[in-house]
């Protein structure tokens, strides 16, 4: 596979790339006038009303590092080899958005496809970053399940080497993931067909409470030899959603590609933000960075995770004990943080008018927004609007 042989390292920042400089310098006689101001020893200057330094333009090195070892695994040899090119994007957006610039430079006359139905941005993210989109078929309306034959089709008839954008897990909004059988297949497609996939994880941990079993995807297309981007998200699985923390990270042949492929990535950071924000990748790093604080979350994931279960257990037996005539087996059977529900747009809009339930007219639930508190309410609404 040759995605990034083309790539050549990108000139170093005429500004953020002295403090690179500065910092990789070994001498005690190293004196830095470049950028932050700094106290008369040179130590950075903490003002009693918060100074906060600049991250470099790929972000913070211990965050990245952190999430390659969730998503990729501890141990994993692709880390050790310095295969992979990684930045902290804003959060799991600017990850994909990050990827759509990259792909749209180095390969210009691709495309992406994404999954019909899928997270409504990754419309305008591709279509923002000049990458003409198209969609594979994925969900199955009258199964309200994966429409496996159509997904592995299109995959067979896109041009080869073609781009695939792919949910890890929990996908959104149908909450519809591929066994672990039916990934081994589509690894091996997408393999044969020299397809490029990216994964866009924004739910580690949300499918099964497990972070690790949730990357159970991305290891099988890393067993069979591909090489993958991967967009990271801490905004759901550590709650962060407003500070913006994620990684993006492409997966490549050698040392030397990765180290073009990382430059180039903070070459196009750096007329769109500069460099990610501090306070987010701090938490992640200290969190993930410590093995107690790293147990706690990983608690806190499960807990997360089995409440979002236990709801959809509940919500389908109070529709079941309501003698609601219709089957509501995919409310269990999907997983992750949203429901599919198949409501039409139109009993969406009875739920708002008639019972002040506000969702999106697609007929998806958030499942973390019900509560044993009113999850009753709710399947006494639903049923009374598909009745
Ligand atoms: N990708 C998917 C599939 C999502 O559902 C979301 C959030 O809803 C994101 C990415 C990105 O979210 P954020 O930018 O807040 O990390």
Partial sequence: ?????????????????????????????????????????????????????YLPMGGSIHMVEESLKLAYGENSDLIKDKRIAAVQALSGTGACRLFAAFQQRFHPNTQIYIP????????????????????????????????????MDDIKNAPDGSFFLLHACAHNPT??????????????????????PLFDMAYQGFASGSPERDARA???????????????????????????????????????????????????????????????ALVVSTVLGDPDL???WLQEVKV??????????????????????????????QIGMFCYSGMTPEQVDRLTSDFHIYMTRNGRISMAGLNTGNVGYVANAIYEVTK
């Fill in 1 to 53: 596979s040759s995605w990034f042989r083309n790539i050549e390292p990108a000139p170093k920042d005429p500004i953020l790339g002295v403090t690179e400089a500065f910092l990789a310098d070994q001498s005690p006689n190293k004196v830095n006038v470049g950028v932050v101001f700094w106290d008369d020893v040179g130590n950075p200057v903490l003002l009693p009303c918060f100074f906060w330094e």
């Fill in 116 to 151: 019909v139905p899928t997270w409504a941005n990754h419309h305008n993210i591709w279509r923002d970053a000049g990458v003409p989109i198209k969609t594979f078929r994925y969900y199955h309306p009258e199964s309200k399940g994966l429409d496996f034959s159509g997904l």
């Fill in 175 to 196: 909450g519809v993931d591929p066994s672990e059988e039916q990934w081994r297949d589509i690894s091996s497609q997408i393999k044969a067909k020299g397809h490029f």
């Fill in 218 to 280: 991305i290891r099988i297309f890393l067993d069979d030899g591909h090489l993958i981007g991967l967009a990271q998200s801490y905004a759901k699985n550590m709650g962060l959603y407003g500070q913006r923390v994620g990684c993006l990270s492409v997966l490549c042949e050698d040392v030397k590609q990765a180290v073009a492929v990382k430059s180039q990535l903070q070459l196009i950071a750096r007329p769109m933000y500069s460099n990610p924000p501090l306070h987010g």
């Fill in 294 to 296: 790293k147990k706690l």
């Fill in 304 to 333: 997360m995770a089995d409440r979002i279960i236990g709801m959809r257990t509940t919500l389908r037996e109070n529709l079941e004990n309501l003698g609601s005539s219709l089957p509501w087996q995919h409310i269990t059977n």
